[in-house]
């Protein structure tokens, strides 16, 4: 029965210790702490936090069932909805999706949907089989490109099914963004991502990375001299975007993408174990508002620079996640709203040594009904800084669109996919960032697994 | 993980490795690139592809080395193993898709600096199988530092050698061999192509152009991932702000902003002398 007792406080990393090193900054809650905050939950008739949720999980079963201390049927009953709990437990906007929905917030705290998601998706982990009865395969064959959250989604649904799955990833680590994007201190590599990979592996799907689709073999090689019968793209977001102002090719000017990369993927966090460097300079100011912004500038923070966010909107409308926003805050990272850049200034060396910005002020709505912002005139300043980091999202990687005929892109250049995922190309299906442009990781998630029925639907039709 | 076949020093500090690598080598065209690492916790870093054996499944890669991850791929030897070797990368050149009617209309000089002579082997060898002439400047501070020369004696119409020190060929820079053949020789040309050093880029851009011979040049851009996603590479062409990996590598030289290309590519040049001095060596690659 539901309760009057507040949100159980999560347990973290103090934000000064925190700031100094690379370790998950929340650890989550504990057996007791998930059950007393699981009997929070009013158990509503009409859950709105299930009709907000992107994938439809049956949240209030689930917490129903961590409530009486059953992890093994609350964590079944995420599976049906949602492969990756762990992670999304992590990463998920919960106050905009089913924490943002919950009943319980009109008046207190809404139920941590979030993190009891989490501790059953950890719990799955740490009492996963060390093998798994292998589906009998059925014969047929399919390849994913990516190993990001709808590649690995889709890989494990069709690996279920009985389909020999093989997923082929560009760079030599798996698991796309989660592993070149999103900081080890948020989402744990060897703990959490390579666990799930793992979990994979046992279903019998097969993985090669360095091959680039595109590139060193096309869809159309994987389709006929490779011998698959489909073909999912989970390719990612792309490229990333600059501003197109002056001086963003100056030395100390990097997107969020290769600053996250060289520091995530390549390790340049550890110089004892990386060979890759990274510079993060005295002062770095990450301009942009969304995860990937604040990832970057906790991770500059985190590497010793002081770090600033230059955001052109109101606190507002952030895109991150709240609880980002706010870790970053308490970790030090300074705010600069209603700022926008114009410039970025050089030394005499070609090496950035500030950024030149103008004040905003919010005006109309735009079409995205957030309201739009407008420079106030005369007002330029300069921040002094020697890193600029880019956080403005990307657009789409057109390699394997302008390698595939036949296959159609949209207005924006991404991949052009229905609701299920299936491409103008036959046998070629699509989900993610590809097809969406950024977007999250369980709507990428939840667009692999659509797209797993409907391979399967298309192969049994062949 | 990709074998090493073979390998050869060509030169003081520049090593050919011959890897087996099948994928890499059906795809390959001239004038792109692979990304290689040595081992868990190497860099990423691009190399051009020097030659490709679809049948055999093997790519040649020559390595000069300069910094830390290139000694610890040199000093890897035949049977051992490289971490990673992904490609092709980067646009293959444009004439593997232009009319061969059109460039066999064409005279093209290659102009090649140091270990830009092994990049530049692949192109003279696809268009010279095409029936296309190309004439090749090989340049190098001094004849002990020359490579690819017998290859490439077979396969351009007529290779010429410059030397800084005058110890072999033309004595002087690339450039004063291209005025001498065009200027003394009148030799006629309708395409360059220059690759080597970002500054020999630069002036063998500006002599061509004093000519008005278009010129093709092939950056070697500082990379992270070499398939779009960091943005490291990026250079201004023509204005416009560009991916080497995605865009290039090859440019119009006429558009490069060499300037900035030189800068953006010294600027982990402080860190990677750091990375060295703390290295404890044994990988002078014997």
């Known amino acids: 029965m539901a309760n009057r007792i507040p949100r159980v406080e999560v347990r973290e990393q103090a934000p000064a210790v925190r700031a100094t090193n690379f370790e998950e900054v929340c650890y989550g809650y504990d057996r007791d702490e998930a059950m007393l905050e699981a009997s929070r939950c009013l158990n509503c008739k009409n859950p709105r936090c299930v009709a907000a949720c992107p994938v439809g999980i049956a949240i209030p079963d689930f917490i129903a069932a961590v409530a009486r201390g059953d992890e093994q049927a609350a964590s079944e009953i995420i599976s049906k909805d949602s492969l990756l709990p762990s992670i999304c437990g992590r990463v998920c906007p919960q106050e905009t999706q089913c924490e943002g929905s919950c009943v319980l917030g009109v008046k207190f705290e809404p139920v941590a949907i979030g993190k009891l998601e989490r501790y059953v998706g950890d719990w799955k982990i740490a009492n996963a089989p060390a093998a798994v009865e292998r589906p009998e395969s059925n014969g047929r064959r399919v390849a994913v490109v990516g190993s990001g959250p709808s590649a690995l989604a889709c890989a494990s649904d069709l690996a279920a099914m009985g389909y020999e799955v093989k997923v082929f990833e560009a760079l030599h680590k798996l698991g796309g963004v989660l592993v070149y994007g999103i900081p080890e201190f948020r989402l744990p590599k060897d703990k959490i991502v390579e666990r799930e990979i793992d979990s994979l592996r046992r279903l019998g799907v097969e993985f090669e990375t360095d091959v680039i689709i595109g590139r060193t073999l096309t869809i159309d090689d994987l389709l006929d001299k490779e011998g698959y019968d489909a073909v999912f793209v989970g390719s990612g977001a792309g490229l990333p975007r600059f501003m197109g102002i002056e001086g963003e090719n100056l030395n100390g000017v990097f997107s969020a993408n290769e600053f996250l990369t060289r520091v995530n993927l390549m390790g340049a966090y550890d110089s004892e174990s990386s060979d890759t460097p990274v510079f993060v300079g005295r002062r770095a100011v990450v301009v942009g508002g969304g995860n990937v912004a604040m990832d970057a500038v906790r991770t500059a923070k985190r590497l010793g620079a002081e770090a600033v966010i230059v955001y052109r909107r109101s606190e507002a409308e952030l895109p991150a996640r709240r609880e980002e926003v706010h870790h970053a805050r308490e970790e030090g990272i300074e705010f600069r709203m209603l700022t926008n850049p114009t410039r970025i200034i050089a030394d005499e060396r070609g090496w950035v040594k500030g950024i030149s910005c103008v004040e905003m002020t919010l005006g109309e709505p735009d079409a995205s009904g957030r309201r739009s912002p407008v420079t106030v005139e005369g007002s330029d300043f300069e921040i002094e800084c020697d890193v600029v980091i880019m956080a403005l999202g990307t657009s789409p990687n057109p390699l394997i669109a302008s390698t595939t005929e036949g296959l159609a892109v949209n207005r924006r250049g991404c991949i052009e996919a229905d609701e299920s995922g299936a491409t103008t190309r036959k046998g070629v299906f699509a989900g993610g960032d590809t097809v969406t442009g950024a977007a999250t990781v369980i709507l990428a998630m939840g667009a692999g697994r659509r797209a797993a029925r409907a391979i399967d639907e298309y192969i049994k039709g062949l | ?286």
């Open chain 2, 1 to 286: 993980m990709f074998e090493i076949l073979e390998k050869r020093m060509l030169a003081e500090s520049i090593w050919l490795m011959r890897i087996s690598a099948p994928r890499v080598a059906r795809a390959a065209l001239p004038g792109q690139f692979v990304i290689v690492r040595a081992d868990q916790g190497g860099e990423r870093i691009p190399l051009t592809i020097a030659d490709y054996d679809a049948a055999e499944g093997s790519v040649t890669i020559v390595i000069q080395t300069i910094g830390l991850s290139t000694r610890k791929i040199c000093a890897l030897g035949v049977g051992e193993s490289l971490a990673d070797f992904a490609g092709p990368l980067g646009r293959p050149s444009d004439f593997v898709t232009m009319p061969l009617d059109e460039l066999r209309s064409r005279r093209w000089l290659f102009v090649a600096g140091g270990v830009g002579a092994a990049p530049v082997y692949p192109q003279v060898k696809w268009l010279s199988e095409h029936g296309v002439r190309c004439d090749v400047i090989i340049g190098a501070k001094t004849r002990d530092m020359l490579i690819y020369t017998d290859l490439m004696r077979q396969a351009a119409e007529c290779l010429h050698i410059a030397t800084d020190d005058g110890s072999e060929g033309f004595h002087g820079m690339v450039t004063a061999l291209m005025k001498e053949l065009i200027e003394t020789r009148g030799e006629h040309y309708d395409e360059c192509v220059a690759i080597g050093p970002m500054i020999m880029m630069k002036f063998v851009t500006m002599t061509a152009r004093s000519y008005s011979l278009p010129t093709t040049v092939s950056l070697n851009a500082l990379m992270v991932d070499g398939t779009g996603m960091c943005g490291a590479c990026r250079v201004s062409v023509g204005g416009r702000m560009l991916f080497t990996c995605v865009d290039g590598p090859e440019f119009d030289g006429y558009e490069v902003d060499f300037d900035e290309a030189m800068r953006r590519q010294a600027m982990y040049r402080t860190h990677e002398r750091n990375a060295l001095e703390k290295h404890k060596c044994n990988c002078y690659g014997e």
